[in-house]
């Protein structure tokens, strides 16, 4: 709030909580530091599902890849693929990979995936499913 702020020098004090529950508080003087405000929703860019055989069977890997627009909070990152929780790896340059084995008591027909997720500030949780549809989450 600037109301009732006359130009000139004037420090910002931030109270902060990382992903861990660490909190903390910081001050900022006007010219030393900047402050970036993220008002940007998390989306997926680049989504592509394959197979280690075409039709694959009991054994075989289904491997989901998708890159996201910024960091996403691995605490917030949930991927299914034919209904069961994955393991998913993310690197530093926000792709992600989701394998799942297929089992001999899997359904036929097409595998289908859903992303739960949040960027670092948890931020717009977003599902997006095997039809493309990205919408609000929890």
């Not at 996403?72 to 393991?87: F, K, N, W, Y």
Request: contains cysteine; charged residues 10%; aromatic residues 6%.
């Amino acid at each position: 709030n600037t109301s009732g702020s006359t130009d000139g020098a004037f420090t910002v004090v931030i109270a902060y909580v990382d992903i861990a529950g660490n909190g903390d508080e910081s001050s900022i003087s006007s010219g030393s530091q900047s402050v970036s405000i993220d008002l940007t929703k998390p989306t997926l860019i680049a989504v592509s599902i394959s197979s280690s055989t075409v039709p694959v069977g009991p054994g075989g890997t289904i491997t989901l890849n998708f890159t996201a627009s910024e960091a996403l909070d691995p605490s917030q990152l949930a991927v299914t693929i034919a209904g069961t929780d994955t393991t998913t790896v993310c690197s530093g340059n926000w792709q992600c990979v989701a394998t799942y084995e297929v089992q001999s008591d899997d359904t036929t027909g097409q595998a289908q995936f859903l992303i739960a997720f949040a960027d670092v500030l948890a931020m717009m949780a977003q599902l997006f499913d095997e039809h493309g549809r990205q919408q609000c989450g929890h």
